[in-house]
């Protein structure tokens, strides 16, 4: 099976179309700078080029062929399990620097369906030079094996961080994570049912909280899903677990 999006591969052209690719360029160099060495890093950008992900695409399903290993350069995505009633579990989340589609290493199938919570722009590298990295080829393991830890600690991250504790202490989490620093803190939120799967609430759950959170101005609605956050308020609901 393919990915569940179709690549554009079509020239850009004009001044705007340069500086989108430039800035996608620059992003993909950031994330993929914190995981691999100058020298992997070259080799890896001169791979296919970036892919945009519109928020709520699949870029893949479990059981898809893994012939891919995926970068995450911008946005935020899910990987999910589906249990054999249908619900959904999400066993982590994936930020700028993370990979995905590391079973392209195995030989086996993606393991889990990975979707875009957010508008993402993806570092597309081919099995075949994964495959190099440890097999001797002109890329070292060792940025391989960053992105590897990388990703076990995100499975750790959702278990300990919002796995554990009151749903109000979850959501407070979760919202700390996904928000910005700084006095005027904003946190771009998705639907209810998402962090339901993150947090294994249900989504009636989550929206009380939601509302509590409004109601004592831990948070203020600035739009549809996006707040204005009161950290303080809110690292000190997460601490009471």
Known sequence: MHTGFSLDHSPRTGPTGAQTGHRRQCACEQALS???????????????????????????????????LFIVCRGLLKLSHFT?????RVVRLLRPGDALGLECLTGHPYR???????????????????????DGGPASPSGLFKLWQTSIDRADELLVEFGLGSARSRVARLLLLLGEEGPDAQCELFGRGDVGAILNLTPETVSRVITEFKQTAAITQLDVNRYRCDRPTLARVAERG
């Open 112 to 134: 889990h369906s990975a979707v875009a919570l957010r508008d993402s722009t993806l570092c597309r590298i081919p099995a075949s030079f994964v495959g190099g990295m440890l």
């Open 84 to 88: 054999r009633r249908g619900e959904e």
């Open 34 to 68: 914190e995981r691999l060495n100058a020298g992997d890093l070259r080799l890896a950008l001169k791979q296919d080029p970036e892919i945009a992900v519109p928020r709520n695409r699949t870029v893949f399903r479990t059981g898809d062929r893994a012939d891919t």
